[in-house]
């Protein structure tokens, strides 16, 4: 069983202090989500509950309490809440994510493989981005991660199939339940029933304690309802619960609803630039399921994490992009399975030119290290290509933020004075992070007919805001002075 090198560590670090960090402190929040998360968590600030959660006055049921506890312990301790929130809420967990796959698919295979499945899964664009946003899917992430590398730890004895062990794996599956809802639980289950099956090996649950361990995951999941239903909203809040987040976006959902094979289609987005390897694999292994019992142990866990979740959330009704995160690992350790097979072929070149011409740097790369014949150096230009494109990105998060974000346009707010805003419900979000800013004090308007009657003709001094898309809309309209404006929002006075 081959040891993990500190030096690779050392460099993964360096990745997350040159990339990370660095967009994590400059870049903005977002109002949408990230700011909501803000307003949500003062809510439960103010309320003193625990349990049920509130997005101003309306119940708000769409996740579990778990990330907003983590949130309202530092919005509540410290003035950088911002930073600290997504650092110990997404990056953290996502650094802890690509440790513990490098530890795992080094002792499975080797060094060298183990440390290029970990940078190929740190530099996927979509990974890094989560990585530095405030949700909870990357810490749900690694509680479904930690409870699959206690599996195949046990599994393939690289650790000792001890009681405090074999609970890690439960406990950990009912924590990404409590993080995001039934994904957290469903995802690590599906794969460790695929695998076990792929193996023929389904004794195995025994030496699992697996019904001892699914009933764990029930008793703790009916407490946490338990003392939901024991508050003042509870049955409400619990009816809310099963009906949008359960039947609502597996059954029948009413947003986000997406065709059976949309995953499909966008994971070529998702996990590019790997996702070249990925297709092309899938391909390969499906045609080749007849044979499976000659795969080896790494591909078996790469079909198995790739495609059994992936089956399953096509499926649902409702469908997001972000869902697929918890499966990356096993998407990224597909291509590089793929990869090892066909490199001394023709296809192994042809795929490698191809992503090198689409990212253009691993082509000079390549050139400049002389890597023709060194296959595992030209699979390393990619991920090494990826680095030298976000670093240089990260330094221009100030620029992004002065035309992208709200940030200005918050800064132009000078006063307590009324705001309106058209078509922009989100704005409310604010008060999240702006404390002189109260949702109170914000009114959304959906049609310009009610500009006149609500603005133009009262007599006090206000502030207009909505999106630049919107812009063109208020030419015409003498009072209304445009003071500010980016490539996202735009900045109104109205002065009598």
Known sequence: MQKISYKNIFKILFIYLIIYIPITLKRFPDIRNEIKYYAITDNLIKSREFFILKYFSELYPDKPPL??????????????????????????????????????FTKLKNEKFGFLVAISLATTPFFMGISVFLRMDMLMNLFITISLYYFFSIYFNLIKNSW???????VSIFLGIFTKGIAGGMVP???????????????????????????????CTL???????????????????????????????????????????????????????????????????????????????????????????????????????????????????FFIKIKEKKIGEVLLKIISVILIIPFFLNKFLKNKENHYKNFLTIPLSIIIIFGVLAQGMGTFN????????????????????????????????????????????QEISEIKEKIINSNSRVYFITKNKYKDRFNNISNLKLKFNNESYCFFEIEQ
């Not at 062990?165 to 439960?170: H, L, M, Q, S, W």
């Open 67 to 104: 990330y907003f506890w983590l949130i309202r312990f530092f919005k509540e301790n410290f003035a950088n809440f911002n930073f600290l929130s997504i650092f110990f809420g997404s990056i953290i967990p996502s650094f802890i994510i690509i440790i513990l796959i490098y530890n795992l």
């Open 164 to 170: 405090f062990n074999r609970e890690i794996i439960y």
């Open 189 to 219: 289950l599906s794969i460790i029933l695929g695998f076990l099956i792929l193996e023929k090996n389904l004794t195995f649950l025994k030496k699992i304690d697996f019904l001892a361990g699914v009933g764990f995951i029930i008793f």
């Open 223 to 337: 407490t946490w309802f338990s003392l939901i239903y024991l508050q003042p909203e509870g049955k409400e809040y619990l009816s809310l619960m099963f009906k949008q987040e359960t039947v609502g976006r597996i059954v029948k959902a009413k947003t986000h609803i997406k065709p059976f094979y949309y995953y499909f289609v966008r994971l070529s987005f998702l996990i590019f630039p790997y996702s070249l390897f990925w297709y092309c694999g899938i391909f390969h292994y499906l045609k080749d399921i007849k044979n499976y019992n000659r795969w080896n142990y790494l591909e078996k866990i790469g079909v198995i994490w790739s495609m059994v979740p992936l089956v399953l959330f096509s499926l649902a009704s409702g469908k997001l992009d972000i869902y697929m995160l918890p499966l990356f690992t096993g998407m990224i350790l597909l291509s590089l399975n």
């Open 402 to 445: 002065r035309y992208f974000t709200l940030k200005p346009v918050v800064a132009q707010i000078q006063d307590n004075r009324k705001i309106y805003t058209y078509r922009f419900e989100d704005f409310k979000n604010i008060e999240g992070v702006e404390p002189r800013v109260k949702a109170s004090n914000i009114t959304n308007i």
